[in-house]
T-cell receptor, first 115, second 112 residues
Framework: DAGVIQSPRHEVTEMGQEVTLRCKPI?????LFWYRQTMMRGLELLIY????????DSGMPEDRFSAKMPNASFSTLKIQPSEPRDSAVYFC?????????????FGDGTRLSIL | SQQGEEDPQALSIQEGENATMNCSYK?????LQWYRQNSGRGLVHLIL?????REKHSGRLRVTLDTSKKSSSLLITASRAADTASYFC????????????FGRGTSLIVHP
């Protein structure tokens, strides 16, 4: 079975550039999560979609971050303009969720470095 | 602040020994989950325990939940070098949004 697929796996770009991270959730899953992981702050939830609708975006750090889920099989997380402090590993996860008690399935992440 | 906090932050043991990690949380929960993260990879779900359960087993894993103490433990028996990873607990809060909140993890190193 195909798991959650994220692309790219690594991204190195210069400060000020636009960065787009992509995620394909597991087919049939109706919840999608974007996380950011750093040594300093651990794993932070950025945004949560249920049935393609953003439910909770309180973790999005600022207006430079935006996320979309145009259909059940694709989501993007965009940073514009990027800053060095955005350097982190970004994970996408999906689940059958909505009512809790469902395991999340994580992709292998995008390691983002902003120079 | 984190809802769940793992303890210890780091654990180093020899192959064959048992490894015990603990998770404490602040508010009442519906469920508690344990995940493993290998270096450079995403988190992998290990086991879920519901608030009305006290113990669950899965292979070499044993999870306990004490809701009166707001704590859980993960025991890995007869550890192997391949168990080297970070382990996270995730809780979803009663009456909340059912979105799991992750702790900072315990880094386990198993020496061959």
């Amino acid at each position: 079975d195909a798991g959650v697929i994220q692309s790219p796996r690594h991204e190195v770009t210069e400060m000020g550039q636009e960065v787009t991270l992509r995620c394909k959730p597991i087919s049939g899953h109706n919840s999608l999560f974007w996380y950011r992981q750093t040594m300093m702050r651990g794993l932070e939830l950025l945004i949560y979609f249920n049935n393609n609708v953003p439910i909770d975006d309180s973790g999005m750090p600022e207006d430079r971050f935006s996320a979309k889920m145009p259909n059940a099989s694709f989501s993007t997380l965009k940073i514009q303009p990027s800053e060095p402090r955005d350097s982190a590993v970004y994970f996408c996860a999906s689940s059958l969720g909505g009512m809790g008690g469902q395991p999340q399935h994580f992709g292998d992440g995008t390691r983002l470095s902003i120079l | 602040s984190q809802q769940g906090e793992e303890d210890p932050q780091a654990l180093s043991i020899q192959e064959g020994e048992n490894a015990t990690m603990n998770c404490s949380y602040k508010t009442s929960i519906n469920n508690l989950q344990w995940y493993r993260q290998n270096s450079g990879r995403g988190l992998v779900h290990l086991i879920l325990i519901r608030s009305n359960e006290r113990e669950k087993h899965s292979g070499r894993l044993r999870v306990t939940l004490d809701t009166s103490k707001k704590s859980s433990s993960l025991l890995i028996t007869a550890s192997r070098a391949a168990d080297t990873a970070s382990y996270f607990c995730a809780t979803d809060v009663s009456g909340g949004s059912y979105i799991p909140t992750f702790g900072r993890g315990t880094s386990l190193i198993v020496h061959p």
